[in-house]
């Protein structure tokens, strides 16, 4: 629901009316000041196997000023922003910061001077503690940091900003979103002066992503500077000052933000209109497939996650899961799929006790998982994307014969899927940790659906994917439902669940605050639940 949680959503302008700019038109600095960008990128030009990441770019960010940079996945936005961080070298290219040439080599470079970056897939050490995760790497720090003053300056950041985590919870013991508030604050505490953001709303409720607009203003009004990287059309028009469109590693447009819409940029992006709200027949539910009777489970830490947790999902049916990072999502598809044990309750699959099966006994019931952690449990970075492609099946018939794989029919299923999911990749001998990270997400998409032959959950299946992308996977999640699939849809995103969900019920603290028709759904009301406001009545 564009435009209901943010400050300022302009209406959208019709596209002949949206006109690209100057370069040195659109750096909002004061008169007193030289006219130099904060950060110029001039021809930066990045490979890798088989693909031209990014092919002679340029990009000018001017003080106080926010960038957003549009484009389809593997269009090159992560790649240019890692080059700016040091995680790449560019092959060709030079980069200014305040009008001076530097070298970056590393990410110590870029932190010298002044960026700070947000990915897309976490860099933080699972092992260690939020706190020395903040420190991890600081220059100029003692040799024994004094550490109570770290978690006391860490709970003040948090506080501040609204992005509370435990400063002495291990990494390991964090939800993504919760994973994704320790990044934002490693930043914030070590002053970055030009931050870059990478999906960073992906893991957030739409009150969190406003308050991430508060910070983000914050700094502009300090005179800093963002680049914020994202898909939501809605952030793009509330986040920034002014957006450049990447395609196939070129820059297409560069637009003032207040003088285009969200469906212009979308048409830029894939070359094609977009729509933004699914079409479906209406809900028709058959049989109960899932069902889940006070149902108790422990997180990683042995606190409560799940507390008699009940709910039902029929064929035919998307059920939406809807609640802040944190609050038993992660555990709700872990107990389900066999991946986390049930303490006390009980789960049923098509009328056939599940509790406590084993996760391979739960997919040969028929079910299939996108889980919320794509590169720890959802792909294998150092095998091709032909081998993650057949990792559900790999045990049956075609691809194998007794315990012999058979590479060919591999590879034929492998072209198979890469085209009909349009998964952006070399070759299907391609290792998946060179695709882009939406490109990961289309691949392990591609293996539930098509594995799928009674459940599926699906844990944040469009996060990260560009907005054609998005619409695609919203629509095949409709076709598995209106193929008679149950589906249980987890997501943050409020317009994604309004849109394609049946049924939504928001979880706050392992509990169900609400299960009710999504045609009925108020947002505002589904915020509050999702903050823990009591609501009225329910309907079940």
């Given at each position: 629901m564009p435009g209901r949680f943010f400050s300022r959503?302009?209406?959208?302008?019709?596209?002949?009316?949206a006109r690209t700019i100057p370069l040195d038109k659109v750096i909002p600095m004061d008169a007193s000041e030289p006219k130099v960008p904060l950060v110029e990128m001039r021809g930066i030009r990045k490979s890798f196997p088989g693909v031209t990441a990014c092919d002679g770019v340029d990009l000018r960010l001017g003080r106080g000023e926010v960038l957003a940079l549009l484009g389809e996945n593997g269009a090159g936005k992560s790649t240019l922003m890692n080059v700016l961080a040091g995680l790449y070298r560019p092959d060709e290219g030079e980069i200014r910061i305040g009008g001076k040439p530097v070298e970056i080599r590393s990410p110590r470079d870029s932190a010298a001077h002044g960026v700070g970056m947000v990915h897309q897939n976490f860099m933080l050490v699972d092992t260690m503690t939020v706190a020395e995760n903040v420190v991890l790497g600081m220059a100029g720090l003692p040799l024994v940091p004094d550490m109570a003053e770290v978690k006391r300056s860490v709970l003040e950041l948090a506080e501040k900003y609204g992005l509370r985590v435990d400063p002495d919870a291990y990494v390991w013991q964090l939800s993504v979103g919760e994973q994704q508030r320790v990044e934002i604050l490693k930043q914030l505490y070590?002053?970055?002066?030009?931050?870059?953001?990478?999906?960073?709303?992906?893991?957030?409720?739409?009150?969190?992503?406003?308050?991430?607009?508060?910070?983000?203003?914050?700094?502009?009004?300090e005179g800093k500077s963002a680049v914020f990287i994202t898909h939501k059309m809605e952030e793009v028009m509330t986040f920034s000052d002014r957006v450049m469109v990447l395609r196939k590693g070129k820059v297409v447009v560069e637009?003032?933000?207040?003088?285009?819409?969200?469906?212009?940029?979308?048409?830029?992006?894939v070359g094609r209109e977009v729509l933004f709200r699914v079409e479906k027949k209406s809900f028709e539910p058959g049989a109960v497939i899932l069902e889940l009777k006070d149902v108790r489970a422990l997180d990683d830490r042995g606190l409560p996650a799940l507390r008699d947790l009940s709910l039902k999902v029929r064929a035919g049916e998307i059920l939406g899961i809807a609640g802040v990072a944190g609050n038993g999502q992660r555990e709700l598809s872990e107990v389900i799929t066999g991946l986390r044990p049930v303490s006390s309750g009980g789960i049923s699959i098509n009328c056939v006790e599940t509790t406590n099966k084993t996760p391979l006994e739960i997919i040969r019931s028929g079910v299939s998982h996108i889980p919320?952690?794509?590169i720890a449990v959802g792909a294998v970075g150092d095998m091709s994307v032909a081998s993650n492609l057949a990792m559900k099946g790999y045990r049956?018939?075609?691809i194998s014969r007794g315990v012999l794989l058979l590479p060919r029919r591999i590879l034929d299923l492998a072209r198979r899927?890469?085209?009909?999911?349009?998964?952006?990749?070399?070759?299907?001998?391609?290792?998946?940790?060179?695709?882009?990270?939406?490109?990961?997400?289309?691949t392990i998409l591609a293996r539930e659906i098509e594995s799928?032959?009674?459940?599926?959950?699906?844990?944040?299946?469009?996060?990260?994917?560009?907005?054609?992308?998005?619409?695609?996977?919203?629509?095949?999640?409709?076709a598995q439902r209106d193929a008679g699939m149950a589906v249980l849809l987890v997501s943050e995103d409020i317009e994604e669940l309004l849109s394609v969900a049946d049924t939504v019920l928001v979880l706050y603290e392992g509990r169900a605050m609400g299960t009710f028709p999504s045609a009925e759904a108020d947002p505002?009301?589904?915020?509050?639940?999702?903050?823990?406001?009591?609501?009225?009545?329910?309907?079940?």
């Open positions: 959503v302009p209406g959208d302008a019709p596209a002949s009316e070590r002053k970055a002066e030009i931050l870059v953001l990478d999906e960073p709303t992906a893991v957030l409720t739409p009150q969190e992503s406003e308050e991430l607009n508060v910070v983000v203003q914050r700094m502009k009004a637009k003032v933000t207040s003088e285009t819409s969200p469906r212009d940029l979308a048409k830029l992006m919320q952690d794509r049956d018939a075609p899927m890469i085209e009909s999911f349009r998964i952006a990749t070399p070759s299907p001998e391609t290792r998946v940790k060179f695709l882009s990270g939406g490109n990961i997400q289309k799928c032959r009674s459940l599926l959950v699906a844990v944040y299946p469009s996060r990260g994917l560009d907005i054609g992308a998005t619409e695609a996977v919203r629509k095949e999640l409709v505002e009301e589904l915020g509050l639940l999702m903050a823990g406001v009591e609501r009225k009545e329910t309907v079940s």
